[in-house]
């Protein structure tokens, strides 16, 4: 790999990275501490949607986000290596 391709690899990656983190302070900040709440009031599978998110819909997201990660630096390692 040349020393743009790294580049632009790397920046790639680093954005990827900085996106999920983003996702991943909105839920478990956001959703699951400063608007616990507000969202108590909906109810989600019998429970405050709020206190469903702290204790299970974080923790589901957080899987996802790591299945969104491997999956998308699978396509980044296959579009700037030379194998396809």
Not at 59 to 69: N, P
């Amino acid at each position: 790999m040349d020393e743009n391709n790294r580049h632009s690899y790397w920046r790639a990656n680093t954005a990827l990275i900085r996106n999920l983190l983003i996702v991943w302070a909105l839920v478990s900040l956001v959703f699951s501490i400063l608007l616990v709440e507000p969202l108590n009031s909906i109810r989600f599978f019998g429970v405050p949607f709020g206190f469903w998110m702290a204790q299970q819909g974080s923790i589901l997201i957080f899987v996802a986000l790591i299945f969104i990660y491997a999956f998308q630096m699978d396509k980044l390692d296959r579009k700037y290596s030379n194998r396809k």
